[in-house]
Each structure stands twice: as structure tokens, then as C-alpha cells.
């Protein structure tokens, strides 16, 4: 080999050692770098040539690449890992606050409040013609009323707060996805399309923005020969290479309740996202929070109308000589079935009439009475015994069968409310309601509403607590022992759970829950942090082995200028030669 090629070899340890310094230079300054990845110069020989027969010498060494030194396995598991805890922690937050709103155990909960509304019926029935007693049933079916609309109201603030973080979060994720599709023609262009050397500095800090997304939601990331990645939500891709699909919240509607869900903005096809924040607010939005609300919503539900059948089967303190219900039904309703799911009035209550009948006690000033008995047919027969609704009940047949009773009317006030009424001298009473059909109209009831949204004691009964009904006659408890009685039977809409029952089921779903949250978030952490450690092992940079790699790049830097040397001092004795 010539001494030019001896030069040309030496200059090319010079070039590789430097580069190489440089390398554990940049380590070294990026040392406490958020983000920042170790880098490492890859050295490899330069193809030797033949200098004799059957004798190839080497050519010098040259810098094969600069990567970075990082497991895409190991990353890949540290992602899902912060996905599934950025889940877990909401979670656990979201059930934390429950718990704080039920406040179960404090005396100041909801158990607590059914309680007392019992022990005040159990008190009246115990002196049914206390007019104080009357007063207190009244004003603690008003207090336990507010109780559970406030509880109602918190839980739905609850809801549209997370609505707002799901809003807020998919925003944030729209934005990560645009800026690694930007990176990704960044590193493309300056890697020329997957060179052997990598761009570390795009590349982390596209990593980085990546771990945000994938605290956000679930995320699997696949990178193509280009340097570009892909990214996909389960089997939903939402950035290929330099395009981002983008991602918005869309509302549906299902079973006629809304519910926020996420989707791309190109053709806004929906994504399941199951874990990252996202995943979490949206399990919570339609797991514990929604099914807290369907539960106070269910207890609600069931006890209006048990307690309004058990109320409007007696005769209030006073005659009741005019009663307005509390349903309003369009003309439209008036006229179909009671059981008719066409009637949409009646269709979207929770409770409803059923098939039976119940009694019309009307009595005049000397106390004489007479009964009539009303049939609610609502078997869904019809008269040639197939299904239908023909022949059942409307509340047009209801009106006209209460109007046909003497001294008695009946009619729908133009609001769509059903009203009766009694000529003078006359009051009417009803008993032995096996339909619930007075209980679902109001006639008579100590609720009115239909749910937790608007359960209420009836306006007409705060005002003057001698309407509350307390036996079948003035001075029996018939009535006030059946309502208190309801603290602990079985009530078929809750699947044969007791009012204080179904409550603590509950309450206890929501505890096993949060419990299980809370084991959840810190297992989920500690994996996390197992994984943090091992990536750093990777991929952070170690000061003593970098001060290792600058003492040889630097020997070998110096080994370099002195086998140059050399070969100049021989260039030139070879020159004065000549």
C-alpha cells in the first residue's frame, strides 16, 4: 500500500474519532435532558483492497451510523403501561369523588334521610290524628326529596365534568397526532428516507410527544422503513406518515340518553378507546357514574310510586273534594292504550298502570257512602283474544268511566292532567288500587315526579299537611303502616330488593369498586415505574461510561495524528530521496 493510502487511512481514524467524540460530547451535555435518548457512533472498517496476490490490507474505519440506543420492544411496553395507568389513576378519581357524594355512614347521606322519612310514618301511624306528626311526615318527605334532586344534580355535574375533560383531552390528543405527523416528514426528509443514520433529536422528541398520546388512549406505534410511524387506536389507524386523521367528540344518542364518544374528523368513524385518560373518563362517564345515576334514578322511581300507590288508597285528613294529577299527557296519548308503547307518555316513565282495578268511595255530609268498582283493563287482548291494544284502557276511558260515577266528575285540563272532582256536599276517597293507575296520574299521591330529577312531596300537601293521607277513615293508620312498612319489602322494579336495600347495594358496588381502583392504580404504578427504570438502563446516559468512551475516542484521536505523522516523516525522507 502506497503512503498516500497509509494518509487516507489515518485521515479516517482522525474523521471517525471525532465524530465519535462528538457523539459522547452530546451524551454528555444531554445528560439531564427530559427525553433525551443516549446516542451511539456505530465504527466499522472500510473494505480492504488487494495489495499483493491473496493480500487485502484494510482501508482505514469509517462511522457506519449514529442511533440511538433504545429498545422499541421495551418502549412499546412502557407506553401501554402509562396508557393503563393514566386509566386506572382516572378511574380511581372518578370513583373517589362518588364515594365522596354518596357519604355513606356520615349521618348525613341518603340512607340516613330514607331512614328518617320511615321512622316518620312509623311515628304517625303511632298517632294518626297528630296534626304536628303530619307536619313532620310532610316537611322530611320534602327534606329527603331535596336530598336525593341535589345528590341527583352533583352526580350529573360530575358526568358533564368529565364530559368537559374528555372535550379538553381529545383536543390535546388531536393536537399530539398533527405534530408527529409533521415530525414524521421531518424525519424523513432528514434521513433521507431510512439512511443508516437516525436523526436522535427529531426522533426523541417525537417520542416524547408520543408517551403524552399514549397517557391519552391506547395506542400501538409502527414504524416504517422510511423513519415515519404509523399510529393506530386498536385496529383504527389515525396517523399514517406525514397525515393525521385527526380526532373530535361526537354525541350519539342511545336508548334516547346522549353519550359523548370519540372519532376521527375524516369521515368520523368511531374509536373504542379503552385506555390513557380518555379511556378512563369515558369507562367512568357510562360505568360508575351512569350506573350511580340509573341506580338513584331506579330508587327514585320505585319510591314515588310505592309510596303514592300506599298514599292514594286512603282518605286524606280532610274531604278530597278536587285532585289534579301530576302527569301530563298530550292529546295525542289521551287516546292510545295506557300500555301501548306508541303511548309515549306513558312508555318513558319508569313505573307504570298494570292490569286490575281499584274502588271510588264517595261519601256525603251525613256519611253516607257508596262504592263503585273501576276494571283497568290493560291485558293487551283485544276482544277476539289476539294481541293488541284495542280494547284496553286510554285515559279517555278512564276520565268517562270516573265521569259515569254519581257525583263524581271527570276531565283532562287543557295542560293534559287528569282531574276529578265532586259535586257539592260530596268527597271521594279510592281504595284497594290493584293498577297503580292513580299512583301513575298523581290522583291523590304524597310524591309527584318521576325520578330523581324531579321527585317532590305534591305542592297542594305542603301547604296544608291535614291532605296527607294517613288510614282508610280518619283515626286508623292503615295507610302510614303500609309506607313505613316499605323500608324493608321487596319492591318488584328493584328486582325484589327493599327500598334501603337497593340503596346499599349500592353503595357498596361503588366501594368494591373504588377499592379495587385504588389496588388497581398503584400495581399499575409500580409496573410503570419497573419499566421507567429498565428503559433508562437502555436508553439514558451514563456520565462515567461517556468520561470511558471520550478517554479511548480520545487515544484513539491521538494514536490517529501519530500514525500521520509518521507517515509524513516517512513522505518525507522518501522526497529528499529523490
Known amino acids: 500500500?502506497?503512503?498516500?493510502?497509509?494518509?487516507?487511512?489515518?485521515?479516517?481514524?482522525?474523521?471517525?474519532?471525532?465524530?465519535?467524540?462528538?457523539?459522547?460530547?452530546?451524551?454528555?451535555?444531554?445528560?439531564s435532558t427530559p427525553g433525551f435518548t443516549r446516542q451511539v457512533a456505530h465504527l466499522s472498517t472500510v473494505r480492504g483492497r488487494q495489495v499483493n496476490t491473496g493480500t487485502f490490507v484494510g482501508r482505514g474505519v469509517q462511522v457506519a451510523g449514529v442511533n440511538r440506543a433504545i429498545d422499541e420492544a421495551l418502549v412499546q411496553r412502557l407506553r401501554n403501561a402509562r396508557s393503563d395507568t393514566a386509566a386506572a389513576q382516572t378511574q380511581q378519581q372518578a370513583l373517589s369523588q362518588i364515594e365522596s357524594l354518596l357519604n355513606e355512614l356520615s349521618g348525613s347521606d341518603l340512607s340516613t334521610q330514607l331512614s328518617e322519612f320511615f321512622n316518620a310514618f312509623s311515628e304517625m301511624a303511632n298517632s294518626?290524628?297528630?296534626?304536628?306528626?303530619?307536619?313532620?311526615?310532610?316537611?322530611?318527605?320534602?327534606?329527603?326529596?331535596?336530598?336525593?334532586?341535589?345528590?341527583?344534580?352533583?352526580?350529573?355535574?360530575?358526568?358533564?365534568?368529565?364530559?368537559?375533560q374528555i372535550?379538553?383531552?381529545?383536543?390535546?390528543?388531536?393536537?399530539?397526532?398533527?405534530?408527529?405527523?409533521?415530525?414524521?416528514?421531518?424525519?424523513?426528509?432528514?434521513?433521507?428516507?431510512?439512511?443508516?443514520?437516525?436523526?436522535?433529536?427529531?426522533?426523541?422528541?417525537?417520542?416524547?410527544?408520543i408517551s403524552e398520546l399514549a397517557e391519552m388512549m391506547d395506542i400501538?406505534?409502527?414504524?416504517?422503513?422510511?423513519?415515519?410511524?404509523?399510529?393506530?387506536?386498536?385496529?383504527?389507524?389515525?396517523?399514517?406518515?406525514?397525515?393525521?386523521r385527526g380526532l373530535q367528540t361526537i354525541v350519539r344518542t342511545v336508548d334516547g340518553a346522549p353519550e359523548l364518544r370519540v372519532a376521527t374528523k375524516l369521515n368520523q368513524e368511531e374509536i373504542n378507546i379503552e385506555g390513557g385518560r380518555i379511556g378512563g373518563f369515558l369507562a367512568q362517564r357510562d360505568g360508575p357514574i351512569g350506573q350511580t345515576i340509573d341506580s338513584l334514578d331506579d330508587l327514585?322511581?320505585?319510591?314515588?310510586?310505592?309510596?303514592?300507590?300506599?298514599?292514594?288508597?286512603?282518605?286524606?285528613?280532610?274531604?278530597?273534594?278536587?285532585?289534579?294529577?301530576?302527569?301530563?299527557?298530550?292529546?295525542?296519548?289521551?287516546?292510545?292504550?295506557?300500555?301501548?308503547?306508541?303511548?309515549?307518555?306513558?312508555?318513558?316513565?319508569?313505573?307504570?298502570?298494570?292490569?286490575?282495578?281499584?274502588?271510588?268511595?264517595?261519601?256525603?255530609?251525613?256519611?253516607?257512602?257508596h262504592e263503585d268498582i273501576i276494571q283497568v283493563d290493560l291485558d293487551g287482548i283485544d276482544n277476539t283474544g289476539a294481541s293488541g291494544f284495542s280494547d284496553d284502557m286510554t285515559m279517555t276511558d278512564l276520565v268517562n268511566a270516573l265521569d259515569a260515577i254519581a257525583n263524581l266528575n271527570a276531565e283532562i285540563t287543557p295542560s293534559g292532567q287528569l282531574r276529578v272532582y265532586t259535586d257539592t256536599g260530596y268527597e271521594v276517597s279510592f281504595r284497594d288500587d290493584t293498577s297503580g293507575v292513580l299512583a301513575t296520574f298523581g290522583i291523590n299521591t304524597y310524591f309527584q315526579g318521576s325520578d330523581a330529577t324531579?321527585?317532590?312531596?305534591?305542592?297542594?300537601?305542603?301547604?296544608?299537611?291535614?291532605?296527607l293521607v294517613v288510614g282508610h277513615e280518619h283515626g286508623t293508620n292503615e295507610n302510614a303502616l303500609a309506607i313505613a312498612n316499605l323500608r324493608e319489602a321487596g319492591v318488584e322494579s328493584l328486582s325484589g330488593e327493599s327500598l334501603t336495600g337497593a340503596w346499599l347495594k349500592t353503595v357498596d358496588r361503588v366501594s368494591v369498586q373504588a377499592n379495587s381502583a385504588n389496588a388497581r392504580a398503584e400495581a399499575l404504578a409500580t409496573v410503570q415505574q419497573s419499566l421507567e427504570a429498565q428503559q433508562a438502563a437502555v436508553s439514558g446516559v451514563s456520565l462515567d461510561e461517556e468520561a470511558i468512551n471520550l478517554i479511548n475516542y480520545q487515544q484513539q484521536y491521538q494514536g490517529a495524528a501519530r500514525f500521520i505523522s509518521v507517515v509524513n516523516e516517512l513522505t518525507q525522507v522518501l522526497l529528499n530521496l529523490v
Do not use: K
Open 1 to 31: 500500500m502506497s503512503l498516500g493510502g497509509s494518509l487516507l487511512i489515518g485521515q479516517s481514524a482522525l474523521t471517525a474519532s471525532q465524530i465519535a467524540l462528538q457523539v459522547a460530547g452530546n451524551n454528555i451535555a444531554n445528560a
Open 128 to 164: 294518626p290524628g297528630s296534626s304536628v306528626t303530619r307536619a313532620t311526615v310532610v316537611e322530611q318527605g320534602a327534606a329527603l326529596s331535596s336530598f336525593v334532586r341535589e345528590m341527583r344534580s352533583q352526580l350529573t355535574r360530575q358526568q358533564q365534568q368529565v364530559d368537559t
Open 167 to 209: 372535550r379538553i383531552a381529545t383536543e390535546r390528543a388531536d393536537t399530539l397526532l398533527s405534530q408527529v405527523a409533521e415530525l414524521n416528514l421531518a424525519v424523513t426528509d432528514a434521513e433521507l428516507g431510512g439512511l443508516s443514520s437516525e436523526e436522535g433529536n427529531l426522533r426523541d422528541q417525537r417520542d416524547a410527544i
Open 220 to 244: 400501538t406505534v409502527l414504524e416504517q422503513d422510511s423513519g415515519a410511524v404509523d399510529i393506530l387506536v386498536g385496529s383504527t389507524p389515525v396517523v399514517f406518515a406525514g397525515t393525521s
Open 300 to 369: 327514585a322511581s320505585a319510591l314515588i310510586f310505592e309510596v303514592n300507590r300506599a298514599h292514594s288508597q286512603g282518605r286524606p285528613g280532610i274531604g278530597l273534594r278536587d285532585a289534579t294529577g301530576w302527569l301530563r299527557v298530550p292529546a295525542a296519548d289521551q287516546v292510545l292504550a295506557l300500555n301501548d308503547p306508541n303511548n309515549e307518555t306513558l312508555a318513558d316513565l319508569p313505573f307504570g298502570p298494570s292490569n286490575g282495578s281499584f274502588r271510588v268511595v264517595i261519601t256525603d255530609q251525613s256519611g253516607n257512602r
Open 454 to 467: 324531579d321527585i317532590a312531596v305534591r305542592a297542594d300537601l305542603r301547604d296544608n299537611p291535614d291532605m
